[in-house]
Structures are given as C-alpha cells and as structure tokens.
T-cell receptor, first 114, second 115 residues
Framework: DGGITQSPKYLFRKEGQNVTLSCEQN?????MYWYRQDPGQGLRLIYY???????QKGDIAEGYSVSREKKESFPLTVTSAQKNPTAFYLC?????????????FGPGTRLLVL | SQELEQSPQSLIVQEGKNLTINCTSS?????LYWYKQKYGEGLIFLMM?????EEKSHEKITAKLDEKKQQSSLHITASQPSHAGIYLC???????????????FGEGTQLTVNP
C-alpha cells in the first residue's frame, strides 16, 4: 500500500534533549512538508522540501531542523532551542503541481515534554 | 492564520440536518483545499477547488469557491454521525510554476453530529 508513515505515534522529550521524528513516504513524491498543530488551531508550516538535498524554512522554523538525503525520507529534529515543543506533528507529501493535486498526510506524532 | 479565517469554530447539529462551514481569505488563492481530521489523526483530503465559481460534490458534501477566489463554503446535506470531526481549509498561494504546493490553513471547525 502506498502512503506516508510517521513514527513514533507518541514521543516524550526531556528538558534540553533533541528528539527526531520520522517521516517516510512510498508515493514517489518530490515535495515533503512538516506541520505543527496545537490544540484548537490549524496547521503551521515548519519546513518543506521540494527536492532531495534541498529544503526551505516555513513559518515557524526556529528550534527545528530537517534533512532530505533521500526522496522517501524527511526527518524532523526538535532541538532544545524549541521552548514549547508539545504539539501534534504532521508530515505530508505532494506530487509536482497539477490540476487537482494535493498534499497527502501521515497519521501524525504527538510530542510531549516530561 | 489570520490570512485564512474559518467559521464557525465549532458546530453542533442534529443528525439529518444540513450545515455550512465557511473559509475566507484576505488574498486571492491559487487553490483551496478542504480536509477532514479525526482527533489525533492525520488529515483526509476531501476536495480541491481552483477556478472561480467552481463547485464540487462528493457523496453528501459540496464545496464551492466564489468568483473572486477568496471565499469557499463546505456544505453537508443530511448530516450523519460519521461526518463528525474537524474540517480544515487550506489555501495554496504558491505560483503555479512552482513544484509542490505550500498551504496555509485555517484554524478548523469542530463538527459534532448528535444522533
């Protein structure tokens, strides 16, 4: 089955610790995205990548880092510089622009701070 | 995002009733996407609108985009408990010649359908 997988489903972070969220897709999509969702709010873009070895900051990139070494993978690291990391994190991917094209989302990872 | 406003924030309806959710943008859109989300899960794509005046339907859900491409509505006819969830609109402001699409999302509408 084609789709996007995110792991783990739940992640706990200690103060001052970096944690990495995994996102893998087998849809052969060029573009991948990371969003953050806080309770009662919509999604905010953290980082996005339109092609391997290239990525751009979104609206709330501070305290986060990404890499795009493979087309299938776009891991997100939440660094200790992110002071309020508790949120629901969603990964998405999309094909090149075309009429009717859309972003496809993974099931999400919930990050909690201990 | 203040650039994209959804209303209402929450909606409680009785099963069988019709309902409408609105999404308004302060800027012209290249595309408007509607998604549904169950709490704690990913987003499920519903529909995408690109042209002014466009209307699309799937089962009992109809989405429209106004002529100026700044306002969209999502209408559910004869609502069912399975329609419950969070509905999010996403606006595409990426130029068409760019690969991939960068979306800005509204805050979502929480829909409850009582049996």
């Amino acid at each position: 089955d084609g789709g996007i997988t995110q792991s783990p489903k739940y992640l706990f972070r200690k103060e001052g610790q970096n944690v990495t969220l995994s996102c893998e897709q087998n849809l052969n999509h060029d573009a991948m995205y990371w969003y953050r969702q806080d309770p009662g709010q919509g999604l905010r873009l953290i980082y996005y990548s339109q092609i391997v070895n290239d990525f751009q900051k979104g609206d709330i990139a501070e305290g986060y880092s990404v890499s795009r070494e493979k087309k299938e993978s776009f891991p997100l690291t939440v660094t200790s510089a992110q002071k309020n990391p508790t949120a629901f994190y969603l990964c998405a991917s999309s094909p090149p622009r075309m009429p009717g094209g859309t972003q496809y989302f993974g099931p999400g990872t919930r990050l909690l701070v201990l | 995002s203040q650039e994209l406003e959804q209303s209402p924030q929450s909606l409680i309806v009785q099963e069988g009733k019709n309902l409408t959710i609105n999404c308004t943008s302060s800027k012209t859109l290249y595309g408007l996407y509607w998604y549904k989300q169950k709490y704690g899960e990913g987003l499920i794509f519903l529909m995408m609108l690109q042209k002014g005046g466009e209307e699309k339907s799937h089962e009992k859900i109809t989405a429209k985009l106004d002529e100026k491409k700044q306002q969209s509505s999502l209408h559910i006819t004869a609502s069912q408990p399975s329609h419950a969830g969070i509905y999010l609109c996403g606006a595409d402001r990426t130029p068409l010649e760019t690969s991939g699409s960068r979306l800005t999302f509204g805050e979502g509408t929480q829909l409850t359908v009582n049996p």
